[in-house]
């Protein structure tokens, strides 16, 4: 089948792939996957400022009208809802009054009401309880804690520069896992374990450029995304790690070119508990120029289930890489 649209020559989206070696046949990556490779790329991402800046959850989660949403982040409770004209409200998650979890409470016109006594919060500060700034990038919220991030506060979270808003599909997929935000980092700055541990989802992986340093700090990958079979979809991505907390990968050259998956850490306990929880939070912006894809922005709500089935079945062995570095790391076995 050909064609042209908009001046070029119709080509399918699909490849069906040569037969190649099956997955114990394949090259090993162990030797460039060098363990202070990825420790240096961690080094210098964690030494990047966040502001105090934590992602939260998708901001579909909070919605006008709807009931307020709670998380802990690094062990500090956060209640947020939104006012009636959707404005973006955050706080302590727990009532000035005597403490009840506000998570739990009701949103009355947009106000904030305790099913406990009935205190209500319109976002202003009372009886002690301050809000917390807050930003609504679209697709995330974030909120600024300066007692947990313990940086420079800055106006506004290092947000990844993204599609334009409304030209993709976007969905968030969370998950949680027994490490700290390190863990989970060092997961995404390891692009060589991807067809090794992944090889439902990739073939024909490779680490075209490693990071240079400072000035160039991108890892630089050949995949090819299985869809079924022999059929998948070859790409060029990027990985870079913007802040502390984030890695976004974006494709560079091929089907999708300039989609986005951005991986957020976010730490659900303090920095002293000794059982550490982190929340993956995962936002996929996909899109392509393609005239047909106007139909999947408009099947957007059939296919952000799809998309977070798919980032759950790559996080169920992600994370289980990030606990169980965590644990070696704890008990002072791992030497990366």
């Known amino acids: ?190 692009p060589w374990h991807g067809s090794w541990f992944h090889p439902y989802s990739f073939v024909d992986l490779t680490v075209v450029r490693e990071p240079g340093g400072e000035e160039d700090d991108v890892f630089v990958v050949d995949v090819s995304f299985r869809v079924a079979g022999r059929l998948v979809v070859p790409v060029r991505a990027e990985f870079a790690a913007p802040e502390p907390r984030t890695v976004v990968m974006r494709i560079t050259d091929g089907e999708g070119a300039t989609s986005v998956v951005e991986t957020h850490a976010t730490p659900l306990t303090g920095p002293d508990d000794d059982r550490p929880r982190t929340a993956v939070i995962e936002a996929v912006v996909a899109v392509s120029d393609r005239p047909g894809f106007a139909l999947a922005r408009a099947a957007a709500p059939v296919l952000r289930p799809l998309m977070r089935r798919t980032a759950g079945r790559l996080w169920r062995d992600d994370l289980a890489y990030a606990e169980r570095r965590w644990a070696l790391r704890s008990t002072g076995r791992f030497h990366g």
Do not use: Y
């Not at 908009?6 to 394949?26: E, H, K, V």
């Not at 006594?117 to 309880?129: D, R, T």
């Not at 917390?132 to 909120?143: E, I, S």
């Open 1 to 190: 089948m050909s064609g042209r649209a908009g001046g070029r020559r119709w080509t399918p989206p699909l490849r069906r792939r040569r037969r190649g070696p099956g997955w114990a046949a394949q090259t090993p990556t162990w030797q460039r996957a060098r363990p202070a490779l990825i420790a240096d790329a961690l080094k210098r991402a964690s030494a990047r400022p966040s502001g105090n800046w934590f992602v939260v959850c998708a901001s579909r989660e909070v919605r006008a009208g709807g009931r307020p949403f709670g998380r802990t982040v690094g062990g500090a409770e956060v209640v947020l809802w939104r006012s009636d004209g959707g404005e973006l409200r955050a706080g302590p998650g727990a009532c000035p009054h005597l403490g009840a979890p506000l998570r739990d409470s009701r949103v009355v016109c947009g106000t904030l009401v305790c099913h406990w006594h009935g205190l209500a919060l319109n976002g202003s500060p009372f009886a002690g309880w301050q809000p917390f700034p807050v930003h609504d990038d679209g697709v995330l919220v974030w909120v600024r804690l300066d007692e947990v991030g313990g940086e420079e506060p800055t106006a506004r979270p290092v947000v990844p520069v993204r599609p334009a808003a409304g030209s993709g599909v976007d969905a968030v997929f969370t998950a949680t896992g027994r490490c700290e935000p390190q863990d989970v980092v060092a997961n995404r700055l390891d």
